[in-house]
């Protein structure tokens, strides 16, 4: 079964810090996915990676970054974080092949204060 | 650009009565379309998928799904709703051509499903 995991369920930071969202697959999928859902809103796509050292901006990208420097590890980063990036944070994997799902992990609900 | 559309904010039903959850979509060419569930303070499971074949799918926890190209619809239906099925229900389609960006899914907003004792 497939695995992802994401480092934190809940977080707490305060405005201006950087904060680093750690998520790792057991899966060995060549793509990951950040996701930030809000009510009302869905789920929208912040960066996503089909490669190893490759990344490509979702819709939303501005006041974050990201990182994968394994296949198995992806993180987002929030430069400085602030109040309106208090969210759920979502993350997936999926294989190379189009027609497989993506996979979830339980998510990190972050509060900026 | 992909675009998916679930037309209802909530659906209420009776338990033992059947329920449906509606989805539309807008893709180039054939779509790959899929059904996801969420619990409270969960991340989305996988339901079900509708690549190509019969419009009819069947997925997990007696959910079905039925694919109309002509209506661009893909509507998640179950016989007789339970009190459990109670859940954030999100539909997502996929470009089918594969590369770069086409592995991304679009989401629709999501249907909050409550299934009264």
């Known amino acids: 079964d497939v695995k992802v995991t994401q480092s934190s369920r809940y977080l707490v930071k305060r405005t201006g810090e950087k904060v680093f969202l750690e998520c790792v697959q057991d899966m060995d999928h060549e793509n990951m996915f950040w996701y930030r859902q809000d009510p009302g809103l869905g789920l929208r796509l912040i960066y996503f990676?089909?490669?190893?050292?490759?990344?490509e901006k979702g819709d939303i990208p501005e006041g974050y970054s990201v990182s994968r420097e394994k296949k198995e590890r992806f993180s987002l980063i929030l430069e400085s974080a602030s109040t309106n990036q208090t969210s759920m944070y979502l993350c997936?994997?999926?294989?190379?092949?189009?027609?497989?799902?993506?996979?979830f992990g339980d998510g990190t609900r972050l509060s900026i204060l | 650009a992909q675009s998916v559309a679930q037309p209802e904010d909530q659906v209420n039903v009776a338990e033992g009565n059947p329920l449906t959850v509606k989805c539309t979509y807008s893709v180039s060419g054939n779509p790959y379309l899929f059904w996801y569930v969420q619990y409270p303070n969960r991340g989305l499971q996988f339901l079900l998928k509708y690549i190509t074949g019969d419009n009819l799918v069947k997925g997990s926890y007696g959910f079905e799904a039925e694919f109309n190209k002509s209506q661009t619809s893909f509507h998640l239906k179950k016989p007789s709703a339970l009190v459990s099925d109670s859940a954030l229900y999100f539909c997502a389609v996929r470009d089918p051509r594969g590369g770069g960006s086409n592995y991304k899914l679009t989401f629709g907003k999501g249907t909050l499903l409550t299934v009264n004792p």
């Open positions: 990676s089909y490669d190893v050292k490759m990344k």
């Open positions: 997936a994997s999926s294989s190379d092949r189009t027609n497989q799902p993506q996979h």
